[in-house]
T-cell receptor, first 114, second 113 residues
Framework: KNQVEQSPQSLIILEGKNCTLQ??????????LRWYKQDTGRGPVSLTIMTFSENTKSNGRYTATLDADTKQSSLHITASQLSDSASYIC?????????????FGRGTQLTVWP | EADIYQTPRYLVIGTGKKITLECSQT?????MYWYQQDPGMELHLIHY???????EKGDLSSESTVSRIRTEHFPLTLESARPSHTSQYLC????????????FGPGTRLTVL
């Protein structure tokens, strides 16, 4: 069964600290993996996207890694800010085309305290 | 990026009412989607469209219906709302790049009393 599991479910950190969010998937075949940030009451916004051949991708203070062999991805946030408080969603595509499906994780709820 | 508009942003209505959630985009993208998301849960695809007069049901069974008469608009309708329909509804488009990245609208938070 194609699934996307994220951990932890929720996380609280202090402003300025780093954190790492995890995503494990069983989706096959695999086309690409994306991380989205979803602020409360808003739609998700894409942070990074990685294909099978990529093992790291950065977007400012966000760095995503992908190990396609172990089917694991992580999102590392450096020097966290209050505005980083949001839900971070891992999404895996099985074909990345018109016929492809997207599999969504439940997200990690990150709270950054001052 | 893509400009996707959803109205209303928040809606509280009574059981049995008919409602239409609006989704519009100004860039002429063919592929549009509706997702349903409960708090703390993953997004579930309920409808999608690949162009005018094209609509398909998604992975999650939904009592809602959609139409695509014009490229710019993809409204979702509930003929008779029930408390079980309380959820957040997100509209999305894909721009047709190699990875078909989805861009989401701000969502409509629906509460049925």
């Amino acid at each position: 069964k194609n699934q996307v599991e994220q951990s932890p479910q929720s996380l609280i950190i202090l402003e300025g600290k780093n954190c790492t969010l995890q995503c494990n998937y069983t989706v096959s075949p695999f086309s690409n993996l994306r991380w989205y940030k979803q602020d409360t009451g808003r739609g998700p916004v894409s942070l990074t996207i990685m294909t099978f051949s990529e093992n790291t991708k950065s977007n400012g203070r966000y760095t995503a890694t992908l190990d396609a062999d172990t089917k694991q991805s992580s999102l590392h946030i450096t020097a966290s800010q209050l505005s980083d408080s949001a839900s971070y969603i891992c999404v895996v595509s099985d074909r990345g085309s018109t016929l492809g499906r997207l599999y969504f994780g439940r997200g990690t709820q990150l709270t950054v305290w001052p | 990026e893509a400009d996707i508009y959803q109205t209303p942003r928040y809606l509280v209505i009574g059981t049995g009412k008919k409602i239409t959630l609006e989704c519009s985009q100004t860039m002429g993208h063919d592929k549009m989607y509706w997702y349903q998301q409960d708090p703390g849960m993953e997004l579930h695809l309920i409808h999608y469209s690949y162009g005018v007069n094209s609509t398909e049901k998604g992975d999650l069974s939904s009592e809602s219906t959609v139409s695509r008469i014009r490229t710019e608009h993809f409204p979702l309708t509930l003929e008779s709302a029930r408390p079980s329909h309380t959820s957040q509804y997100l509209c999305a488009i894909t721009t047709g790049d190699f990875a078909d990245t989805q861009y989401f609208g701000p969502g409509t938070r629906l509460t049925v009393l």
